[in-house]
């Protein structure tokens, strides 16, 4: 005799979204920036700034449009990356806010170019353009696989945008901008992102031929002759920027992003190891002859020897006694002095504004935000289900944390300096814009990585499945 017993189906649990988590976390991070934007006006004026009401309602709006905007568009996305983004645009308003009220650097622009322009309510505009843009890539770019389709239109597009600034005429003494109709806009902030989605698919498809075709010699796995051109290429490209456009900031984000995105694919210590040689040869070859990247050599290695004579090094000088004066927790909002830097203290150096006004614990923490950014960048890489998520989020994140790195060690004097802007922290619409593009990107990573796998369709044997107890 045969018994049939009842089956009983196990719905999939849903997984959270955290989009709460989320909501909770930009108001954290917009109460902050409010909080610091109060504390400046008290410490100059000794009253709250008549500001304070339309800048927390800026940035509510921002930061409430974005939010909406991934909780119905990207529901599974990671929960940090918004709010980390938010903090670090918000506090970077306040410090440009900040140096706007400066009388030296008021006195310095009427001198020098005849008027004065603050820079923060430009500064919030790129802002709503760069959150405006981020909204377009979550609305447009429903799956960031389809960006694996572009591979080589992405690095037709990349170089022309990094040649580009060769044409131009230099600004600072270096050539990263193009001027268009009275605005300057600095093309090697969108390549990194181009040219990221270039590497991941490129590597993607030949990363099996550089990862086991190798000799090994000295306890490195060397490549072929053959597999070796494509980091030559890539090496002579980044020199060229550097010796015609005299941007040692790009060449070494362009060099390391490569670097990094051509380890993680092939897991070979031997490309690091031949990248730093390279990128160390290179830098070191056109500082020999180039007079810009040359003075800015020789300003790193005595920040002060200068002072007196030429004064090439009067930033980075001023810089390093910013950090100084700031001590462990800084003269508070609104009282340092970093604004002796010069017109340089709302771009790059604005690092030396934190350091001097919330001193080295303001540094750490500014510091941890980018840090936790590259973060979840990493762990979206490795919560990716495919290889081009996972290159094109390890891409992102990488040249990311190059840039933070590259300024903040060329402002605390711990490599040349490089002329870069700190992402989102310092004045420049086109860094604004393209780092809410880039935070846009890794979020629809995120999402496609933690959304749950769809559940199995229901199988037309299922109904015949019986059990049979004897």
């Known amino acids: 005799m045969s018994v049939v017993t009842n089956t009983t189906t196990i719905g999939a649990i849903d997984a959270p979204s955290r989009r709460n988590t989320e909501l909770m976390?930009?108001?954290?991070?917009?109460?902050?920036?409010v909080f610091a934007y109060a504390n400046v006006g008290l410490a100059m004026d000794g009253k709250l700034p008549s500001g304070m009401f339309g800048y927390g309602a800026g940035l509510v709006l921002l930061g409430g449009v974005a939010h909406l905007?991934?909780?119905?568009?990207?529901?599974?996305?990671?929960?940090?990356?918004?709010?980390?983004?938010?903090?670090?645009?918000?506090?970077?308003?306040?410090?440009?806010?900040?140096?706007?009220?400066?009388?030296?650097?008021?006195?310095?622009?009427?001198?020098?170019?005849?008027?004065?322009?603050?820079?923060?309510?430009r500064q919030l505009m790129y802002s709503a353009v760069g959150v405006a843009l981020f909204v377009g890539v979550l609305l447009l770019l429903k799956d960031h696989r389809i960006l694996q389709r572009y591979t080589y239109i992405s690095m037709v597009?990349?170089?022309?945008?990094?040649?580009?600034?060769?044409?131009?005429?230099?600004?600072?003494?270096?050539?990263?901008?193009i001027n268009i109709a009275g605005f300057s806009i600095q093309?090697?902030?969108?390549?990194?992102?181009?040219?990221?989605?270039?590497?991941?698919?490129?590597?993607?498809?030949?990363?099996?031929?550089?990862?086991?075709?190798?000799?090994?010699?000295?306890?490195?796995?060397?490549?072929?002759?053959?597999?070796?051109?494509?980091?030559?290429?890539?090496?002579?490209?980044?020199?060229?920027?550097?010796?015609?456009?005299?941007?040692?900031?790009?060449s070494l984000l362009f060099f390391g992003l490569f670097v990094i995105m051509?380890?993680?694919?092939?897991?070979?210590?031997?490309?690091?190891?031949?990248?730093?040689?390279?990128?160390?040869?290179?830098?070191?070859?056109?500082?020999?002859?180039?007079?810009?990247?040359?003075?800015?050599?020789?300003?790193w290695k005595d920040p002060f020897k200068c002072f007196h004579t030429d004064g090439s090094c009067e930033q980075i000088g001023n810089a390093i006694m910013s950090f100084g004066s700031g001590g462990t927790l800084g003269s508070g909002w609104g009282q340092g002095h970093s604004d002796l830097i010069g017109f340089a203290a709302n771009a790059d150096?604005?690092?030396?504004?934190?350091?001097?006004?919330?001193?080295?614990?303001?540094?750490?923490?500014?510091?941890?935000?980018?840090?936790?950014?590259?973060?979840?960048?990493?762990?979206?890489?490795?919560?990716?289900?495919d290889p081009f998520g996972k290159l094109l989020a390890i891409g992102l994140s990488g040249a990311f944390a190059i840039q933070v790195f590259v300024v903040a060690g060329g402002v605390m004097g711990l490599i040349p300096l490089t002329g870069m802007t700190m992402p989102f922290l310092a004045a420049g619409g086109s860094s604004v814009i393209a780092n809410w593009a880039l935070i846009g990107i890794l979020i629809r990573i995120s999402d496609t990585a933690r959304r749950p796998a769809p559940a199995p369709a229901p199988s037309t044997d299922a109904e015949m499945t019986q059990v049979v107890r004897p």
């Not at 976390?25 to 902050?32: E, K, L, T």
Request: net charge positive; proline share 5%; charged share 15%.
């Open 69 to 121: 905007v991934v909780r119905k568009f990207a529901r599974y996305a990671d929960p940090l990356l918004l709010p980390l983004a938010t903090l670090l645009n918000g506090l970077g308003l306040v410090l440009i806010w900040r140096l706007d009220q400066s009388p030296k650097l008021i006195r310095d622009a009427e001198n020098y170019y005849g008027v004065f322009t603050p820079s923060a309510p």
């Open 157 to 177: 597009a990349a170089l022309f945008l990094l040649i580009l600034p060769m044409f131009f005429p230099a600004k600072f003494g270096a050539k990263i901008w």
């Open 262 to 299: 051509l380890y993680v694919a092939t897991e070979r210590t031997s490309w690091i190891v031949f990248g730093l040689l390279m990128s160390a040869v290179g830098a070191v070859g056109v500082a020999s002859f180039e007079p810009h990247v040359e003075a800015r050599v020789n300003a």
């Open 187 to 250: 093309p090697g902030e969108f390549a990194k992102i181009i040219i990221a989605i270039f590497f991941a698919g490129y590597l993607m498809v030949k990363r099996d031929a550089l990862a086991l075709a190798s000799r090994r010699f000295m306890g490195l796995y060397l490549p072929r002759g053959r597999d070796l051109g494509p980091i030559l290429v890539i090496w002579a490209l980044s020199i060229l920027i550097l010796v015609f456009e005299t941007d040692l900031g790009t």
């Open 349 to 385: 150096f604005i690092l030396a504004t934190v350091g001097d006004e919330l001193g080295l614990a303001g540094m750490m923490a500014v510091l941890l935000v980018y840090g936790l950014i590259v973060e979840r960048g990493v762990r979206t890489a490795l919560a990716a289900r």
């Open 25 to 33: 976390m930009m108001g954290f991070a917009i109460a902050i920036s």
